[in-house]
Nanobody, 129 residues
Framework: QVQLIESGGGLVEAGNSLRLSCTTS????????MGWFRQAPGKAREFVAA????????FYADSVKGRFTISRDTAKNTLYLQMNNLKTEDTAVYFC??????????????????????WGQGTQVTVSS
């Protein structure tokens, strides 16, 4: 069973930064893509960013483009999300996810939750004004 473990969440003031990490419990499970999603209270889960595991192609939601950076360390089997210039509307539980299918790199594919096979438990990010 693959486990994804997120860390790095917390409480910060608007304008500050946080870096989330997501470590997988196994070295490989034919990872093709990994992503970050978030869910705010009372709202549906939404796509934040994704990265192809092999060649590091990246995808971002418009709401975070230019502020967030997704990256991965294949040697450490770890996914990162650097979040800069945080806003109160970024407050949410952030989930990492891993998928075995990259969907030929189509942006529309990696932005939906159904593209991913494994999910972490989530880490809370709270941005105060």
């Amino acid at each position: 069973q693959v486990q994804l473990i997120e860390s790095g969440g917390g409480l910060v003031e608007a304008g500050n930064s946080l870096r989330l990490s997501c470590t997988t419990s196994t070295r490989t499970f034919s990872t093709a893509v990994m992503g970050w999603f978030r869910q705010a209270p009372g709202k549906a889960r939404e796509f934040v960013a994704a990265i192809s595991w092999r060649v590091a192609n990246t995808f971002y939601a418009d709401s975070v483009k230019g502020r967030f950076t997704i990256s991965r360390d294949t040697a450490k089997n770890t996914l990162y999300l650097q979040m800069n210039n945080l806003k109160t509307e970024d407050t949410a539980v952030y989930f990492c996810a891993a998928g075995q299918n990259y969907g030929a790199g189509q942006s529309s594919f990696v932005r939906v939750g159904s593209a991913y096979d494994y999910w972490g438990q989530g880490t809370q990010v709270t941005v105060s004004s």
